[in-house]
């Protein structure tokens, strides 16, 4: 073993979406931890997936189809913490098809993420603030040289870079100047020609070319120089700490009272922000920082409750039915919303991707859980793993052997084949009573059911 | 557990999407509809007239026949101030009462908590769906969600008796020990044992119940159907939830939003039937709301989202009738030249659910005092 099984199940499960067993087999025995690292965010040693091919299968515009696709890379991908990386940015830039109705859009918004997603801050911020799903959903296209709209240049402050408290209101009017005239192309009409994306386009006599005073700087700024400005400030330093803490180590309060209630961890927020200020804000840096650091590897036991989106591919990368692109991947995403007669699992356990409730996004942590998502969480993890065909389910059925084994060892091998879960030990003695139970029952139990329960723990809800 | 029969219970009925209020109390002899409306448009002759200008869209003619029996209060140009028409911030601002922030506890949420302030009962409020929706959403109040009456609860798929019987005592045990395990897992771990809790509550409430009435076979009328069962199973339950969705009809409206309405019509005349044979039609009012209208104009095929719609009160301590005003139609009034203008205040609506049917305080529920009707009996 070259590294700690448990330690690499928790990096892959945080900077990914956990790891089957042979993945962890295959990792803790070719690779330290460190480089393990690594490869996570030098992504293009890794061949991505061959998208023309799950194209063909995954065909048709309805939002939830790309929303499928996107499950079905986070499934899949050979660059887990890219997949993870726009996940985060969807998380802070939150984008809804609710109000564009235009999935082509929010589609390649995704993908500018996952392009753009280990760059550097300012690359990210330059590309969102031309990205025209977004220039869409706040405004952006509405703010013109005589008449400012506010909403984009107010969100980039506020919920996109700095926090609230780090900037003035006549800060967010000439952010908003600058941002004139930054609009998208219309897409081809729908009629007859179907869904397409829209471009950026940038229209010089609708910008304000005036002088400008913005945080404490004067000059003929644009957009560019907002974001040139801002990213070199302590506070987008301190923000997008707090931000990559909150999900990737430990659940934070809601990002609206990060004004007035401190970090729960100061000194994490301090070693990522000076990663990212020692490097002009360039994510590989500071996500090396993150995962090499003490306060990640001691952080299994720190409450990080999964999002939707990470157990329903959690569950699916375990159960393998999806490993190649077979029909159904959308039903997980279908929504009431985008005009399905019923709800998909993501919807009923309050995650409609691509379909953030509001421009603050989701509230994380112990906000995904009540009596119907944890009935569906429950529900799920029981449909998923009850079908002995799906090839992950039938490998570990037959690698955790037969209930007549001893019970403890029964355990051990189940919580190592979902993928090395970390469970207390209150928990861990329940499942060993649970697995002697159903060797009583005999014929009517079956291994499936130690892995049912096993997923169905209060342990299992955690990342 | 409450189970004081004469209580009052409230059903909210979510129409998801903007239901076309004009499409469904149609003004037939305003030339301005039908100047408007050239496509998507209910001829005279398909409407089932309550008066000398408007009539019931006759694919809802269970909801005429309710309104004749004087059941059904008609909030004509429901709506507020600047009228969202995202769907999301719409819904929202219906869930919150809060149109210029994001709000993040529910009206219902609050209106529960009020109701069973020590939590004493997790069935006080309950959505038959999937998906709780915000507006029973408030930090620390227990509401369950029953997405399928029949199976609520976990490890019931499992037809082995002691198999089933083992699988419960293990997840028992499991959440149970999580009290005392940090903040987070303490609060997954209530949240568990409270759906076992609904779930045995809720165990024999379908077996339990026996009715004359044969509702149809959709969604709606199934939510109602389980909403009465447990009704009539006396747990408690003061705020019932659904949502009936479909109604975003920009396109395809004429032959999809017929059958909605027969289905959502059907639906609630089967329901408060079923009241009536159980003799619970004096306890249970019934409130219908949608998040907005639809535009003035109709684009073709469908119509796009507009403002001021409208919503319904039901239920035999309800006085039927006409409530606020019909939103002008002519279009020197229209809102932004393509809407029609609200007339009254949705948390009005709210305020008067609340203060009169439920005996709540609704001021610090809708954030406000906003102007109310007379609507029950009561």
Known sequence: MKSDRKLVAHLMRRAGFGATPKELDELTSSKSYEEIVEDLINPEKFDPIDMSYVERYYTGEPVAVHVGKWLYRMANTKRPLEEKMSLFLHHIFPVAWGKSEHGPSLYREIEMFRNTGLTNFKNILLNLSKDPAMLFWLDNNENHKDEINENYGRELLELFSMGVGNYTEDDIKNASRAFTGWTFRQPLSLYPYGHHHADFEFISDDHDYDEKEFLGQVGNFDGEDIIDIIVKEEAAANFLSRHLYNFFVEDEVQVPSWETVDPKDPQAIKELSTAYMESEGNMRNVLSTLFNSDFFKNSMNLPKVKSPTELIVGVIKQTGEFNSPTPGIHEFAVTTLNGSAFEGPLAIMGQRLMNPPTVEGWHTGSEWIDSGTLSERIGFVEKQFADPLKPGVSEMVSRIGSLNDNPAELVDRCLDLLGAVNVREETYKSLKTYAEELRELETSAGVHNLIQMTASTVDYQFA | ?378
């Not at chain 2, 389980?226 to 109604?247: E, K, M, P, Q, S």
């Not at chain 2, 006085?319 to 139609?329: D, I, V």
């Not at chain 2, 009034?333 to 948390?347: A, V």
Request: aromatic share 8%; net charge negative; glycine share 12%.
């Open chain 2, 1 to 378: 557990m409450t189970t004081d029969a004469r209580e009052k219970t409230l059903v909210v009925i979510q129409l998801t999407g903007g239901n076309d209020f004009m499409n469904t109390l149609v003004p037939y002899t305003n030339e301005h509809y039908y100047d408007a409306r050239k496509k998507i448009v209910i001829g005279q002759n398909d409407v089932l007239p309550i008066n000398k200008t408007l009539g019931i869209n006759n694919n809802a003619a269970p909801l005429k026949r309710l309104f004749d029996e004087g059941k059904v209060a008609i909030v004509q140009g429901i709506g507020y101030p600047n009228s969202n028409r995202s769907h999301f911030r719409g819904m929202d601002i219906w869930h919150t009462c809060e149109p210029d922030r994001v709000g993040s506890e529910g009206w219902l949420g609050l209106a529960i908590k009020d109701l069973d302030p020590k939590s004493e009962n997790v069935l006080t409020g309950i959505n038959i769906g999937q998906g709780l929706p915000r507006a029973m959403s408030v930090a620390g109040v227990p509401v369950t969600s029953v997405g399928d009456l029949e199976s609520y609860g976990v490890m019931n798929k499992i037809e082995q008796e002691r198999l089933k019987e083992r699988s419960l005592q293990a997840f028992k045990d499991i959440y149970g020990q999580a009290i005392g395990s940090g903040q987070v897992a303490e609060y997954i771990g209530k949240t568990g044992l409270d759906v076992l809790k609904g779930a045995d509550l809720l165990a024999d409430v379908a077996s339990k119940y026996q009715s004359s009435i044969e509702y149809a076979d959709n969604s709606i009328a199934k939510s109602l159907r389980d909403v009465a069962r447990i009704h009539f199973a006396d747990l408690g339950t003061r705020v019932f939830y659904t949502n009936h969705g479909g109604y975003d009809t920009h396109a395809n409206e004429m032959p999809a939003h017929p059958k909605l309405l027969t289905d959502l019509s059907g639906a609630i005349s089967d329901f408060m039937d079923d009241l009536e044979e159980h003799n619970a039609a004096d306890d249970v009012s019934i409130l219908v709301f949608t998040e907005f209208g639809r535009r003035m104009r109709d684009n073709g095929s469908g119509t796009d989202h507009g403002s001021g719609g409208g919503a319904f009160l039901i239920g035999k301590n309800v006085k039927g009738g006409l409530y606020s005003e019909y939103p002008s139609l002519n279009p020197n009034d229209w809102e932004h030249g393509e809407d029609l203008k609200h007339t009254i205040d949705f948390r009005g609506i709210y305020g008067t659910v609340l203060d009169q049917w439920l005996g709540l305080d609704a001021r610090p529920i809708v954030k406000g005092e906003f102007e109310q009707i007379k609507p029950f009996y009561i």
